[in-house]
T-cell receptor, first 111, second 117 residues
Framework: GENVEQHPSTLSVQEGDSAVIKCTYS??????FPWYKQELGKRPQLIID?????GEKKDQRIAVTLNKTAKHFSLHITETQPEDSAVYFC??????????FGQGTELSVKP | GAVVSQHPSWVICKSGTSVKIECRSL??????MFWYRQFPKQSLMLMAT?????????EQGVEKDKFLINHASLTLSTLTVTSAHPEDSSFYIC?????????????FGPGTRLTVT
């Protein structure tokens, strides 16, 4: 089955700096890659997603890139703010909605 | 729109008892619901996929006789943890997928914190 690896597990940046989180997946049939932000004790919130027919997608300060050949995708957050501090999860899906999550990255943005 | 609720939001039960968690799609019909378990500081682990009117599909390593899933209607799925033990203490989150074709149509519930004493 699908396996998703996520790095780093923790990331600390200064406010205004960029943050990059990387994920790799194993199943070449995966075609949908969402990113979630989860605050302590809350539900995951979708922040951006990308499909396998697209290489890059951007939404204001957040961007995601996908390399299908290498089977990895990355989340880029620019101009980080303290409110970006949370745990971020990548996920992969082969369709039908079943999501396999990465291990998570705890992002800390220091003012 | 696209709201998913869970009940209860938290529950404490004694070891050996059973507890039922409900997942409801409030404003859309969910043909498929997913149940995840999340231990502290860990990722969401998919437990099972629940399709309305049919048996749930469990992930490898998840005991189907311990975690009973019922998806009796297009708006309700339940997860029953039977004979709960302290190691079952976790955050249980459901998600519901609507009938829209877009993959993005999956919405998470707020989660249920289960503590088994």
């Amino acid at each position: 089955g699908e396996n998703v690896e996520q790095h780093p597990s923790t990331l600390s940046v200064q406010e205004g700096d960029s943050a990059v989180i990387k994920c790799t997946y194993s199943d070449s049939a995966s075609n949908y890659f969402p990113w979630y932000k989860q605050e302590l004790g809350k539900r995951p919130q979708l922040i951006i997603d990308i499909r396998s027919n697209v290489g890059e997608k951007k939404d204001q300060r957040i961007a995601v890139t996908l390399n299908k050949t290498a089977k990895h995708f990355s989340l880029h957050i620019t101009e980080t703010q303290p409110e970006d501090s949370a745990v971020y999860f990548c996920a992969a899906s082969t369709g039908g909605g079943k999501l396999i999550f990465g291990q998570g990255t705890e992002l800390s943005v220091k003012p | 729109g696209a709201v998913v609720s869970q009940h209860p939001s938290w529950v404490i039960c004694k070891s050996g008892t059973s507890v039922k968690i409900e997942c409801r799609s409030l404003d859309f019909q969910a043909t498929t619901m997913f149940w995840y378990r999340q231990f502290p500081k860990q990722s969401l682990m998919l437990m099972a996929t629940s399709n309305e009117g049919s048996k749930a599909t469990y992930e490898q390593g998840v005991e189907k006789d311990k975690f009973l899933i019922n998806h009796a209607s297009l708006t309700l799925s339940t997860l029953t943890v039977t004979s709960a033990h302290p190691e079952d203490s976790s955050f249980y989150i459901c998600s519901a997928k609507g009938t829209e074709k877009r993959e993005r149509g999956q919405y998470f519930g707020p989660g249920t914190r289960l503590t088994v004493t």
